[in-house]
């Protein structure tokens, strides 16, 4: 259960009005129970000890801000009967209760009171900046459970500050010396909530004795309040309690005061830290994390050395702090079990920090845990392939449309027509033309030839014939001038097919959209209403949790899109040798998300403000750009270009690929004359086998023509002897 006790101060004036209330009403009880409490009803050293937590708190608590004052489980009602309990446990109520007291007269700070109960507590947004602590042992349970309590209960808070000002009061009766059992509490305070600035006050006797005079001098050495403190990184100790600091001690003199008047709240943070060991763990892929060496020793451990993008601002804040990297067994992917995996070792301490692609988003950084500023800032897109290059016989065929190449079929059959009526009309002797001049075969080839810039092997002879020749000759060069034109520009540069620009087109479309259970987290909060219909209504769809492959199947299938980073889609086409990763890549206009890249430690982790001072550093003076460009130029070595099917430049040099198209006529016409020639020596090898076949009926015909010539001989010589 918590009581809210709030001041009337200006701090305090955006609250709920209704919560005030509440809280007004739980200050006038608690209150009333102090006035009907005394001075005169506590022992000497409970009234020193609510002396010596109020000069703590005027000196070293920051006024305006909330103050928090937690005490063990007790029953519901603090106002309730103080006979009720027995003597020690009355007595260290009553001193809570003169407390709340003494802090409500100044009103310098909004109170508010925490007890561990079963019922809900209520939370504020506004962060605490001091806490004080009571403890002693539970009706059931020890000084462990009790101070462990308390502090479960407040590390469910919203408000909950590991690293504010915290001071632990013990009041219970114990037989362990006090620098042993407040090196305990100090203990369980690192362990649970990674706390460092903290300072124990336990009293140096614990006798109970009526308080006679507050203004006697008679004081002995154990008539005293010893306020102890620990420092984690000094002379070797990396984290660990051992020893505790007498800071200074609390007279009961007069009034009270300290002895020595030291700062109760020194640095605890060293600029140094001596080789202190750090666990690090890491989530991510190439180029954020990137797995250099990994070997097994001979104890059976395997060190692993790391770079890549977040592993190299994490080596340079280390070695600024002189921490020694201990690099955990990496998760080199992007699944969410491997991010459950990770968080879990940083929550239950087997990692230090956890770096990588840990994005800054409430789904990880909760409030068990803090993150550093961020480093780099990613903008995720909705990724296509790029449109393809129409192939060159395609596009050579759609130069002109299907009309324009029908209407030229049509002029060259009707030109032919021409030339051959032309070549064997009746009065074709008056035009002095020879019918095998105009033969229709001989037409055709004559209209081909000029229609394909080649001569004639004779022009036309006629005047009528020669006119219309000429208009042939214009048309076939209007239409070749045209053709060569897009022709020459089509090989230079390559035409391609429709790009897809918007989501709908995607949808549309035959590409395969690749997801990431990743993303799925955050699709119900994306106000993005045509995003949210693509989710929905996208059939083609496969599991992109391998992010790399992904990308390598976009430039090399051009059948896959997905919302990726366009910088690490870059950094892979580079790694492929891909040498213009603006001709395979495309990206819709739009942002689909932002994220901001981080390092997480677990709440209270001392080393959060100094990886921030150092880290800033590092991102004003340009290195994580510097690195990302050393790692794309890597990547790009290690390419060596080997995926060229873009590449292309301002100037262009003809090659055989170019002439594909006249290399592949030329072998058709070549095949088609070959097959020709073949066939006419087949017809004549069998013309031939038929007259070796019908010989002898040619040499009876041949017989037949000599004898009837020797004949006609005969008749001639006897008609001449006749008549002579």
């Known amino acids: 259960m918590t009581i809210v006790l709030y001041m009337p101060m200006h701090c305090c004036l955006q609250m709920a009005g209704s919560y005030i209330a509440v809280s007004m009403l739980l200050l006038t009880a608690v209150t009333q129970a102090a006035v009907t409490l005394t001075d005169s009803t506590l022992t000497t050293v409970q009234l020193h000890t609510v002396l010596c937590v109020l000069t703590v708190a005027h000196r070293h608590f920051a006024p305006g801000r909330p103050l928090v004052v937690s005490m063990p489980r007790t029953k519901p009602d603090v106002t309730r009967n103080a006979l009720s309990d027995p003597l020690p446990r009355r007595d260290d109520l009553q001193t809570v209760n003169v407390l709340l007291g003494k802090l409500h007269e100044g009103t310098r700070w909004p109170i508010e009171v925490f007890r561990p109960s079963r019922d809900d507590t209520a939370d504020t947004s506004v962060l605490h900046h001091s ?31 590991p690293r504010g000002r915290f001071l632990v009061v013990a009041t219970d009766k114990s037989n362990e010396p006090a620098q042993l059992l407040a090196a305990h509490i100090c203990s369980i305070l690192w362990q649970v909530a990674k706390i460092v600035n903290v300072v124990v006050l336990i009293p140096n006797q614990v006798a109970y004795r009526p308080l006679h005079s507050v203004n006697t001098t008679k004081t002995t050495a154990a008539d005293k309040l010893n306020l102890y403190t620990w420092f984690p990184f000094r002379l070797g100790v990396c984290g660990e309690v051992q020893d505790v600091i007498l800071l200074d001690e609390w007279l009961f003199e007069n009034s009270g005061r300290f002895s020595e008047n030291a700062h109760l709240y020194p640095s605890k943070v060293p600029k140094n830290f001596m080789g202190c060991p750090i666990n690090v763990g890491t989530i991510g892929i190439d180029p954020y994390v990137i797995t250099t060496e990994n070997y097994t020793q001979n104890d059976g451990r395997i060190p692993y050395k790391l770079t890549g993008l977040s592993i190299e601002i994490l080596k340079f804040v280390c070695e600024k702090m002189n921490l020694t990297t201990i690099y955990l067994p990496p998760s080199l992917n992007m699944e969410l079990n491997s991010f459950v995996k990770e968080i879990a070792a940083l929550e239950d301490d087997f990692s230090d920090v956890l770096t990588g692609t840990v994005p800054l988003v409430p789904v990880f950084v909760t409030s068990s845990f803090d993150a550093t500023i961020p480093y780099t800032h990613v903008n995720f897109k909705m990724l ?138 955050f699709q119900d909060t994306l106000s993005y209403p045509e995003l949210v219909k693509f989710l929905e209504h996208k059939r083609q769809k496969e599991d992109c949790s391998d992010v790399r492959k992904c990308v390598e199947r976009m430039i090399t299938k051009r059948n896959i899109a997905s919302i990726i980073d366009p910088l690490f889609a870059t950094y892979v086409a580079r790694e492929m040798g891909t040498v213009d990763v603006g001709k395979l890549i495309c990206s819709l206009d739009e942002y689909i998300m932002s994220a901001d890249a981080t390092v997480l430690f677990k709440k209270g982790n001392p080393f959060l403000n100094r990886f921030n001072a150092l880290m800033k550093r590092y991102l004003v003076a340009g290195l994580v750009e510097k690195q990302w460009k050393e790692l794309q130029h890597r990547a790009s070595l290690r390419g060596g270009g080997r995926f060229r099917e873009a590449a292309g430049g301002k100037f262009f040099s003809f090659s055989l690929s170019q002439l594909t198209q006249a290399f592949v006529v030329l072998l058709v016409g070549t095949v088609f004359s070959s097959a020709v020639f073949i066939a006419e020596l087949i017809v004549y090898c069998l013309c031939k086998r038929t007259e070796k076949k019908n010989s002898h009926i040619r040499r009876v015909r041949r017989l037949y023509k000599s004898h009837r010539s020797h004949y006609r001989c005969r008749l001639i010589l006897l008609e001449r002897s006749h008549w002579t």
Do not use: M
């Open 131 to 161: 806490y004080i602590l009571f403890v002693w042992n539970e009706e059931a349970g020890s000084l462990n459970e009790t101070l462990q309590n308390q502090l479960e209960n407040l590390k469910y808070s919203t408000s909950w500050n």
């Open 384 to 521: 296509v392939p790029c449109p393809k290059a129409i192939p060159g016989t395609e596009r050579i065929l759609k130069t002109f449309s299907l009309s324009v190449w029908l209407t030229i079929g049509l002029v060259l059959l009707l030109t032919t027509a021409v030339f051959w009526c032309a070549g064997n009309v009746p009065y074709r002797s008056v035009c002095n033309d020879t019918h095998t001049n105009w033969s229709l075969s001989n037409c055709f080839h004559n209209v081909l030839a000029v229609f394909v810039g080649v001569s004639v092997p004779q022009q036309p002879t006629t005047s009528r014939i020669r006119v219309f020749f000429f208009h042939y000759v214009c048309f076939c060069f209007a239409v070749s001038t045209i053709f060569q034109a897009f022709f020459v520009s089509y090989l230079v540069e390559p035409k391609y097919e429709k790009r897809i620009e918007t989501l709908d087109a995607l949808l549309d479309s035959d590409t395969v959209y690749g997801y990431h259970p990743f993303f799925n987290l």
